[in-house]
């Protein structure tokens, strides 16, 4: 089945620097990748997706770039604020429903 | 909408009794997830529906775990017997047909003494 990997586990940055994410699947058939936010005590929320077929999307400071050659796939925050501190959440998928999840960012942004 | 709704959103109960989560997913969505979330395996998906039938159960951990679907609106997560290795925050997400979004409920935290 599908694998995903996801680095860093922790990251520590401060406001106004840039974050980015890094995860590596292996199904070549996953064609799906979203990315989900979870705030403390409170369920993930889907904060941005790309499909296969794209390279890169981008909505307002966060943005992902998907190289499916090598399998990987980035989460960018420019101009991170406190509240994006959060566990960010890569996942892969063959079909767009069954979702196979990294093991989570834990993000701090420090003021 | 009222998003998804899960219940209890805290459950403590002993090693052998049995465990009943509730999902309501958002009405009018097709697609059922359960996931159950620890520290140390993260997110995973143990089942989903389509149209209130079981589509893929292949994350169901062993035989004590069970989810039914009796309607569009209702789904169950059972545990019989619980065992202390089942404590997890455990979730239901839901999400249309065609639709690429799961909308995550607010979670089930399990704790089995």
């Known amino acids: 089945g599908e694998n995903v990997e996801q680095h860093p586990s922790t990251l520590s940055v401060q406001e106004g620097d840039s974050a980015v994410i890094k995860c590596t699947y292996s199904d070549s058939a996953s064609n799906y990748f979203p990315w989900y936010k979870q705030e403390l005590g409170k369920g993930p929320q889907l904060i941005i997706d790309i499909r296969s077929n794209v390279g890169e999307k981008k909505d307002q400071r966060i943005a992902v770039t998907l190289n499916k050659t090598a399998k990987h796939f980035s989460l960018h925050i420019t101009e991170t604020q406190p509240e994006d501190s959060a566990v960010y959440f890569c996942a892969a998928s063959p079909s767009g429903y069954a979702l196979n999840f990294g093991k989570g960012t834990s993000l701090l942004v420090t003021p | 909408d009222a998003g998804v709704i899960q219940s209890p959103r805290h459950e403590v109960t002993e090693m052998g009794q049995e465990v009943t989560l509730r999902c309501k997913p958002i009405s009018g969505h097709d697609y059922l997830f359960w996931y159950r979330q620890t520290m140390m395996r993260g997110l995973e998906l143990l089942i989903y529906f389509n149209n209130n039938v079981p589509i893929d159960d292949s994350g169901m951990p062993e035989d004590r775990f069970s989810a039914k679907m009796p309607n569009a609106s209702f789904s169950t997560l059972k545990i019989q017997p619980s065992e202390p290795r089942d404590s997890a925050v455990y979730f239901c997400?839901?999400?249309?047909?065609?639709?690429?979004?799961?909308?995550f409920g607010p979670g089930t935290r399990l704790l089995v003494l």
């Open positions: 997400a839901s999400t249309l047909q065609g639709g690429e979004t799961q909308y």
